[in-house]
């Protein structure tokens, strides 16, 4: 049954692209600029920096110090400190690649993992505040309690599930490895850097054309921007920008769109995680159940504030 889906989508996307070849390579071209514009240059210098960070072993030397700062507020490990601060700080996909190559070094537990890396994917407070409240919503006068809406959900869910799993964490205490550094860990660093991010750019570009195409479907305008929005939330977060929508309502769908992270970032992660144990299913479920929270304090705001 899966594969006869995927080949149903593969023949529809192809018969997209061949019928309406100006729009599809018009959304590829906007999917890739904003790859290179927005995405390459914001994470492509930390995914390197994580990596060799990681394989050479000074990465000990970071959480020595700012892990037991964290952890007096957060059960985690001193590792999973420093993929706390990554996901939130630099936003998707970072918390989930992070926490699959920590995962994969064995400086993590399966338990710590299976809860950091649905907990940290969010979308970056820089995109949060520039592009949707300043660009799209003209609200930036709310991005502290946007970050609040967006953001205290998954820390409280990770603060629950952490103390529940009892992963205040033994299996971190192990004899510290010792560091090195050579050109041939930086070259790994940069090629596993690239190869990351131009992974994340085709997702990117494949779902962009996907929202084109369900724009051409004979769908209500607000069917058709619920599914742009869930598909890809950059195109469906731009859609918002131009509906005749109140601004509660804009405001509430933008705050569900950004905590779900659309399909193409279920995919991205779906590829980050590869080769490890965490669970894609589990993912989705808790990410569904965060939305529905972010959403319904959004609503609850924005009567509060009258929008």
Known sequence: MKKKFIFICLIVFAAY?????????????????????KVLPTLLPFAILSNILIYSNYLQYITRF????????????????????????FGFPMGSRNC??????????????????????????????????Y?????????????????????????????KKGTLIQAQ???????RMNFKLIDAGIMNGFETLTRLGGYIMLFSMAASMVKKLPLSPMFSLLVTGITEITNGISLLGKTPLDLKTRYVLAMAFTAFGGLSGIAQTSSMIRDTSLSLKRYCILKCILTAVSALLAAVFALWLGL
């Open 17 to 37: 692209i061949l019928c309406f070849p100006k729009d599809a390579v018009a959304a590829a071209a906007d999917g890739l600029v904003l790859w290179y514009e």
């Open 66 to 89: 700012a892990g037991p700062v964290i952890r007096r507020l957060f059960p985690v490990s001193e590792n999973g400190a420093f993929i706390l601060l990554s996901g939130f700080l």
């Open 100 to 133: 699959a190559e920590l995962l994969r070094c064995g400086q993590i537990s399966e338990e710590e993992a299976d809860v950091l890396f649905v907990i940290t994917n969010n979308i970056s407070p820089v995109f949060i505040s520039s592009y949707i409240l």
């Open 135 to 163: 660009q799209q919503l003209s609200l930036p006068s709310l991005t502290l309690l946007s970050f609040a809406i967006l953001f205290l959900p998954p820390l409280a869910a990770g603060f629950i599930l952490l103390r």
């Open 173 to 179: 205490k192990k004899p510290a490895s010792k560091a």
